[in-house]
């Protein structure tokens, strides 16, 4: 039978504090407010949290350091729920489940709008035009079965005008030898992309989540016409719960950058998985705070202002969510330099010095054309060290 500790901390005391390893628990709040703050190189980030709330859990899900400080305002009264205790507690209690997993969307989208804020001062807008800006992008950059895919579910909203009529013709053109599937859902459970084909662009409206079977996704942005790689995604790996969850459009396009196997999740699947599959909604929410977590460190990147640093920085990031033993000596990792130009949001004239630059970085070699790491500790120790100076500045 589950058994949950109910705690009380007095006005002032400390319940969590940034960048400490106490990541095995986090706290329902049941009474009183709680000060949240986290130091940033901007200054300080402070929320307010009250009953109902949830504190410390995407470093209790993601096996991370705590991300803030949290201090009680007032006499509080908390529930503490250990991470191997959150399965039973969600099988008891699907609402929880659903509350936590819908915040956890609700932080995605707007670290998303922040995340590119930070890297390219501009927020892109989720509407149809946002859509025929990224055909037109890909189309730009020769991807034509991406772009014929994004003026396809352009047209779908119906506009009128130039870029209506442009996005047709080019469409019209495209469709008789692109590779691109699935210009509309299917009820299929699972499906086929071939690589360099989209799932789904940003802003366009979908209800919908994926698992991937195989192969790997990349998840990315499209903000005045530079691209932002938010994230590369495995075998077991979710994504498009926002959409589904939120019933809002996409807020990043999802592009097959291998052949791709994908379980699809509509709503109606989705809300019998969470009423009947607690362990599958565990391993969801532990993939929703490891994607929140990866996202605050790509802000954190965001903020450096040195091309190379931002790119030792991002290598570091990646072999992280690879949970890459810190220990290790050499790894040869799946990523080029431009994934990492990508990933950083680098603009084009910036790009080429930063990589040749990164290139001379004497912890690394090219192999391939990938990046091979010669010392892991010493690249961890380098990209913490940038962080730390960042916000001492």
């Known amino acids: ?21 106490d990541n095995y628990f986090f706290f329902i709040i049941q009474q009183g407010n709680i000060q949240y703050t986290k130091i940033t190189e901007n200054g300080n980030s402070t929320l307010k949290y009250g009953p109902g709330d949830f504190l410390g859990v995407v470093p209790c899900m993601a096996g991370k350091p705590q991300m803030a400080t949290a201090i009680a305002l007032t006499d509080v009264i908390v529930i503490s729920v250990k991470r191997e205790q959150y399965p039973e507690l969600i099988a008891n209690n699907t609402p929880v489940a659903l509350k936590i997993i819908k915040n956890f969307s609700n932080r995605m989208r707007m670290m998303n709008e922040q995340l590119s804020k930070t890297a390219l001062n501009s927020v892109a807008k989720e509407n149809h035009e946002q859509i025929f800006n990224v055909a037109y992008f890909y189309e730009k950059k020769g991807k034509s079965d991406i772009s014929a895919f994004a003026y396809y579910q352009f047209l779908k909203t119906k506009p009128i005008g130039k870029a209506a009529e442009y996005a047709k013709r080019k469409f019209i053109s495209l469709k008789p030898t692109t590779k691109a599937v699935y210009f509309e859902p299917t009820a299929e459970l699972t499906r086929k992309y071939p690589q360099d084909t989209m799932i789904f662009s940003e802003s366009q409206n979908g209800a919908e989540m994926f698992i991937i079977q195989s192969g790997e996704i990349e998840i990315s942005k499209v903000v005045q016409g530079n691209e ?68 605050y460190r790509q802000i954190e990147n965001a903020s450096l202002s040195d091309p190379v640093t931002k790119m030792i920085d991002m290598l570091s990031l990646q072999l992280e969510k690879q949970k890459v033993d810190l220990n290790s000596r050499s790894f040869q990792t799946d990523f080029t330099p431009q994934d990492l130009v990508n990933m950083c949001a680098l603009t084009e004239t910036v790009a080429p010095k930063a990589i040749y630059d990164f290139q001379g970085y004497q912890n ?27 916000k001492q500045k």
Do not use: H
Not at 241 to 262: F, G, H, Q, W, Y
């Open 1 to 21: 039978m589950l058994q949950l500790q109910m705690l009380s901390y007095k006005k002032g005391t400390y319940l969590l504090v940034e960048d400490k390893s």
């Open 364 to 390: 690394i070699k090219i192999l391939g054309g990938k990046i091979l790491i010669k010392d892991v500790q010493e690249l961890f120790k380098q990209a913490s060290f940038y962080r730390k100076q960042n």
């Open 228 to 295: 932002v790689t938010l994230a590369v995604l495995k075998k077991g790996d979710m994504f498009g719960e926002m959409a589904l969850l939120e019933n809002k459009p996409r807020s990043a396009s999802a592009i097959a950058r291998t052949d791709c196997v994908l379980m699809v999740i509509n709503r109606s699947n989705f809300n019998q998985m969470v009423s009947t599959q607690p362990q599958l909604i565990f391993k969801l929410t532990i993939t929703f705070a490891e994607r929140i977590w990866s996202m």
